[in-house]
């Protein structure tokens, strides 16, 4: 019997773009890479040191997500948004994934963007970056 539930709302965008994370912002800021973001949270890995957050701890991360225009190109909007973490999985024994719930929303989908599925937003990425 399958209990595994999809409990997303709506489709994550994947991509690798550094992320800067801190408990507090005007500390030294670490830095991982974004796995997947969506209005509500995001995902990224860092390493596996002191840096790296554990469930129920606040962290404000700055980052950029591809905004897709009609015409097969995007540009790049830069947010920063606090959040809480709610799960941090070990990738490796140097590497953790941290998901984290934005306290305040973006003003987008992501993955939903110009009527795109995800896979047609990863396409497009792929392609520009080859």
Same mark, same amino acid.
């Given at each position: 019997?399958?209990?595994?539930?999809?409990?997303? $709302?709506? &489709?994550?965008?994947?991509? =690798?773009?550094?992320?800067?994370? !801190?408990?507090?912002?005007?500390?030294?800021?670490?830095? @991982? =890479?974004?796995?997947?973001?969506?209005?509500? @949270?995001? !995902?990224?890995?860092?390493?596996? %040191?002191?840096?790296?957050?554990?469930? @129920?701890?606040?962290?404000? !991360?700055?980052?950029? *997500?591809?905004?897709?225009?009609? $015409?097969?190109?995007?540009?790049? !909007?830069?947010?920063?948004?606090? /959040?809480?973490?709610?799960?941090? %999985?070990?990738?490796? +024994?140097?590497? +953790?994934?941290? #998901? *984290? &719930?934005? #306290?305040?929303?973006?003003?987008? +989908?992501? /993955?939903?963007?110009? /009527?795109?599925?995800?896979?047609? #937003?990863? =396409?497009?990425?792929?392609?520009?970056? *080859?």
């Amino acid at each position: 019997m399958d209990t595994n539930t999809e409990r997303r $709302t709506e &489709q994550r965008l994947r991509y =690798q773009w550094p992320v800067w994370f !801190a408990e507090d912002f005007n500390d030294v800021l670490a830095q @991982g =890479q974004m796995v997947d973001v969506s209005s509500n @949270g995001a !995902a990224f890995t860092c390493h596996a %040191d002191e840096e790296c957050p554990y469930p @129920g701890r606040t962290v404000t !991360a700055r980052f950029s *997500i591809p905004r897709f225009s009609n $015409t097969e190109s995007f540009d790049m !909007a830069s947010f920063t948004r606090s /959040g809480k973490v709610c799960r941090v %999985d070990e990738v490796n +024994r140097f590497l +953790r994934k941290v #998901a *984290i &719930q934005f #306290a305040e929303p973006l003003p987008f +989908r992501p /993955g939903e963007q110009a /009527g795109s599925s995800e896979s047609d #937003a990863e =396409q497009k990425l792929w392609a520009v970056t *080859i």
